[in-house]
């Protein structure tokens, strides 16, 4: 067994078709409005003070509708207004499939009930770095922020695997990468698959398609992304009393072979698993080193 979503459990017990799962997802899509979206039907804010919200939120580990209020575009009732509504109205993919017709309430609670209890040895509350990895509260830093960049810029839906401890960053067709130096050094490692070199760019240049954009712009748009997470990695990083140095992000196209952890490195590695299956890896390849 592995991690799942409901959705892809349903499929595996023979309750629901990928088909009927793909129409459940894009009701879920549809019903879920950001809260963006809901200020704006609302008449609370513009496109324009949206977008702003949103480009200061890559420079700071804040929700979005506390940076609107931080800015002065929202009061603290127009936010609870606004996360009410968003609360009352979100559907759940269990939800949507009663909704379609694929299953009926009784049927969805049994379901539940034997996901959550299948899925539960794998659920991850909290990074838990081993302790023999110099500079715990660090490495906690990166994955806790490259999970919230992952889900505020990028919109990915997905669930943390466990840390492991690796050898080898398997195979992928690109992975993107950045250097830590200072109080503790490190090579930091996004792998990038097509589909998520796509969404990178479209946060990224606030496009709606990126299809027509060429192969150097979806690389930049990759590395801009890692350059966020990793200048949000060092700034909280400094509120801990570690200075990080960083180096320049950079595309390394992964061999065979994968990429392998250097020699007096520790390689901790952090599945991350999407709602459509797709599995791409955060990696941290740690200087033991810099533990002195």
């Known amino acids: 067994m592995a991690i799942k979503f409901f959705g892809q459990f349903l499929i595996d017990q023979g309750a629901i078709s990928h088909s009927i799962l793909l ?11 950001k809260l963006g979206e809901i200020v704006f039907d609302l008449g609370l804010m513009s496109r324009v003070d949206i977008a702003r919200v949103q480009q200061s939120q890559r420079h700071q580990d804040i929700m979005f509708g506390d940076k609107a209020v931080e800015m002065g575009f929202l009061s603290p009732q127009q936010l ?21 017709g694929a299953l009926g ?35 906690e830093i990166v ?13 990915l839906s997905f669930r943390p695997g466990a840390c492991e401890i690796i050898e080898r960053l398997p195979q992928r067709t690109m992975i993107a990468e950045m250097g830590f130096s ?24 606030s496009k709606d398609e990126v299809e027509n954009e060429t192969a150097e712009i979806l690389d930049d748009s990759v590395m801009e992304f890692i350059n966020i997470i990793c200048g949000n990695i060092a700034a909280k990083a ?36 999407l709602n459509d299956g797709e599995v791409f890896e955060l990696a941290i390849f740690v200087n033991n080193k810099s533990a002195s």
């Open 80 to 100: 609870e207004q606004a996360l009410t509504l968003q609360r009352d109205n979100h559907l759940y993919i269990g939800e949507a499939l009663v909704k379609l």
């Open 238 to 273: 400094s509120q801990q009393g570690f200075q990080l140095d960083l180096g320049a992000p950079a595309i390394n196209r992964a061999t065979d072979a994968g990429v392998h952890v250097p020699e007096d490195h520790t390689g901790l590695m952090f599945p991350i698993y």
């Open 182 to 205: 200072g109080s503790a050094s490190a090579r930091y490692l996004l792998s990038v698959s097509p589909r998520t070199r796509k969404i990178f760019a479209r946060a990224i240049l």
């Open 143 to 155: 994955a806790d922020l490259s999970y919230k960049m992952l889900s505020r810029i990028a919109g």
């Open 23 to 33: 129409k459940a997802l894009k009701l879920q899509e549809k019903t879920n409005r």
């Open 105 to 139: 309430h009784a049927e969805l609670n049994d379901y539940l009930k034997k996901f959550h209890l299948e899925q539960k040895p794998f659920l991850v509350e909290k990074v838990s770095i081993p302790a023999s990895v110099p500079h715990q509260s660090v490495w």
